[in-house]
């Protein structure tokens, strides 16, 4: 097999085996690029399968200090996700065509410090959804509709915790919403949501105005010229409307995610029940809500007691 056609599998089994998103298939492409690249200078022909399969622990030491050093070197973040790339594409070689590499398979990328997540309160929050709602919304150029639109999907981000490839991924036949939605999510996974009569209201207000005629199977929500309304378009939307509000830069499309589970557990939801709702696969990440709350009750205090 030649190393184009190990790289066409490797694609081809993210996606169809272990369901990854466009998202995540771009950026381990992308990163696998950079990495072939770098390896094909240390060798004097075209670069082959063989040359890979034979990668040392120094190589990959060589590759990672080659991306810290670059003009815009790489965060701890993106270099995590670049190894995390290779590895994969290391792991896929031993799965499916008998070429491990014990050396690449042991390396650890950089210590990431943990963050937690970044909720808007109650407040900001139903700030944000009034401002929506007002007549001609936060810009002036803008049709009616296109605040209901906005209203919408804000308030399935909210309203339902959906993150924003699930809440952009609705069909015209998904609506009207009944007393329960069902998500695919991460990893091909499927959640049923409770929803809220808010909810399905702000949906049917963003369907009545609509100007396009749809099909069943195109997507519900539109940008202004009626091709589908993009994650781009969303976070730049949003991003208009916090500075209109003077939020901070954490009131992005996640943070509604976000702010939708820290407000469920400080009303007394558990998290297993919090977890569900979001489709974690893990315990753990949704305990990071716990911290966030931890965080929130202590401020209070702080600032409320006589001896704070």
Not at 66 to 93: E, G, T, Y
Not at 175 to 187: E, F, N, S, V
Request: with cysteine.
């Amino acid at each position: 097999m030649s190393l184009f056609d190990a790289q066409i599998a490797w694609i081809s089994w993210l996606k169809d085996q272990k369901r990854c998103s466009p998202r995540t298939l771009e950026a381990y492409a992308h990163a696998l690029r950079y990495y072939l690249d770098h390896l094909g200078k240390s060798v004097s022909h075209d670069l082959t399968l063989e040359d890979v399969v034979a990668v040392s622990s120094d190589d990959i030491r060589g590759w990672m200090a080659h991306l810290r050093a670059k003009d815009n070197p790489l965060s701890a973040r993106s270099l995590a996700q670049h190894l995390s790339a290779i590895k994969s594409f290391h792991s896929f070689l031993d799965l499916h065509f008998d070429r491990p590499n014990a050396q690449v398979a042991l390396m650890r990328g950089p210590r990431l410090k943990a963050t937690l997540p970044r909720p808007l309160n109650i407040d900001q929050m139903q700030g944000l959804l009034t401002e929506t709602q007002m007549d001609g919304g936060y810009d002036s150029g803008r049709d009616d509709w296109e605040n209901a639109r906005d209203e919408a999907v804000y308030m399935l981000l909210y309203g339902l915790g959906l993150r924003i490839s699930e809440a952009l991924s609705l069909q015209v036949k998904d609506a009207p919403l009944g007393d329960t939605l069902r998500i695919i999510g991460k990893g091909n996974k499927m959640r049923a949501l409770p929803v809220l009569a808010a909810v399905r209201e702000a949906i049917e207000a963003y369907r009545r105005q609509q100007p396009f005629a749809l099909q069943p199977e195109d997507r519900l929500f539109r940008a202004k010229r009626g091709g589908r309304l993009s994650p781009r378009h969303v976070q730049a939307s949003l991003q208009h409307l916090r500075s209109r509000l003077g939020l901070s830069d954490r009131a992005t499309p996640h943070a509604l995610r976000h702010s939708f589970a820290t407000h469920l557990l400080g009303s007394g939801a558990d998290l297993r029940s919090i977890q569900e709702l979001l489709g974690h696969v893990s315990l753990s990440t949704t305990q990071k809500y716990t911290q966030v709350d931890t965080e929130r009750l202590l401020s209070a205090y702080a600032a409320a007691h006589p001896k704070g």
